[in-house]
């Protein structure tokens, strides 16, 4: 990064460059400018994308506004009408969204594949016109882990594009562009920035064709990530692989705390030796983060579940994950899975949030 700091001025953070109008010294200075509008970020957002580029080992890195926005800029600029694409059933909820309804709408067709998908499972589903297959690994609700390096090489022989939400990781954990996924995408509302009080996304290619491909859509969409969402964002980067590695002290302990209890009946964490998806969790990721599910026991009541989370005090009700504070959801049963509590472990002191758990799962019967 030490040639994007002579804009610096002495200061150890970049500085944030606010503008939509940028200015020229005279019409060759002009027609020379990568860069003509603040739609296209500014100094700040830059610094940003360089540095998201160097943890995704990416040839290049667009920052966006939200981890949604990054994946429909790349779907949208991609795929044309009668095109055809794969996703695992396990995807964010907003990714599903979009494929069944914007793009379905475009004339787009998007066929799903289980969550933990091998090479056979995605193979099957494969057509002539099949242009993009979308991974999530692992799910955000569920973690389950799609057999990467075999899809990669299945997508490679059929010349299909692949993208990943790389959220999960954070880019930390797994370097997806290293197994030869296309494109890595990241909310970098969650883990980057950490701290639950910005929306922004990324989008990192694996070449630079790829992203001269998406750039000119992305710009036409009108898309802008804020500046000062920039700075918070780098500014959280800087401490990212110390708190990932609490992140997951505190989870692993807590799971160990959870699997004891005689009313849970399964602890859904990839880095589990129990876990179904662990042989996978240990052929592509280095480390694992603070994401915990439970499934309760058929006998424990959707009332009993819900007075569990009401009667968690140090765990807040609230979407999203990734923050210094830690979180709970309930998401209830689907033809895919039994309901789920899902518990996102933050920064706090791990006894406090023991003690928490073990009060409000003593209170239900």
């Not at 057999?147 to 939400?165: G, M, P, Q, S």
């Amino acid at each position: 990064m030490s040639n994007l700091k002579s804009f610096y001025l002495g200061s150890v953070n970049p500085p944030i460059y606010q503008a939509s109008t940028l200015v020229f010294d005279n019409l060759s200075e002009l027609a020379k400018a990568k860069k003509l509008y603040g739609r296209g970020g500014t100094a700040t957002n830059d610094v940003l994308a360089a540095e998201i580029a160097k943890l995704e080992k990416a040839e290049k890195s667009i920052i966006v506004s939200s981890g949604v926005s990054a994946i429909s800029s790349v779907l949208l600029s991609i795929l044309k009408q009668n095109d055809h694409m794969l996703v695992c059933k396990s995807a964010y909820e907003p990714t599903k969204d979009l494929c069944n309804g914007v793009l379905s709408n475009f004339g787009v067709k998007t066929d799903y594949f289980t969550g933990n998908a091998t090479r056979t499972d995605v193979e099957s589903l494969i057509t002539e016109k099949t242009k993009v297959i979308f991974l999530e690994s692992p799910a955000s609700i569920s973690f389950e882990i799609q057999d990467l390096a075999e899809i990669v090489k299945l997508a490679k022989k059929h010349n299909i594009l692949t993208i990943i939400d790389n959220t999960w990781s954070a880019g930390y954990f797994l370097k997806p562009l290293d197994l030869g996924i296309d494109i890595s995408i990241q909310s970098l509302s969650k883990y980057v920035s950490g701290h639950s009080d910005i929306l922004l996304g990324s989008i990192s290619f694996k070449n630079i064709k790829l992203f001269e491909e998406v750039w000119p859509n992305f710009y036409q969409l009108g898309d802008h990530a804020s500046p000062q969402d920039c700075y918070l964002a780098f500014r959280g980067l800087q401490t990212l692989p110390i708190r990932m590695r609490q992140h997951e002290t505190s989870a692993l302990k807590l799971t160990n705390l959870l699997e004891k209890n005689s009313k849970i009946a399964k602890v859904i964490y990839p880095a589990l030796s129990s876990s179904t998806e662990y042989a996978r969790f240990k052929k592509y990721f280095t480390g694992s983060n603070g994401l915990i599910s439970i499934v309760f026991k058929d006998e424990i009541s959707e009332l009993e579940v819900k007075k569990f989370i009401d009667n968690l005090h140090y765990f807040k009700l609230g979407y999203s994950w990734g923050g210094y504070d830690s979180l709970v959801m309930y998401y209830k049963e689907t033809k895919l899975r039994k309901a789920i509590v899902r518990l996102s472990i933050g920064l706090e002191d791990i006894d406090v949030l023991s003690s928490d758990l073990e009060n409000a799962l003593a209170k239900i019967c």
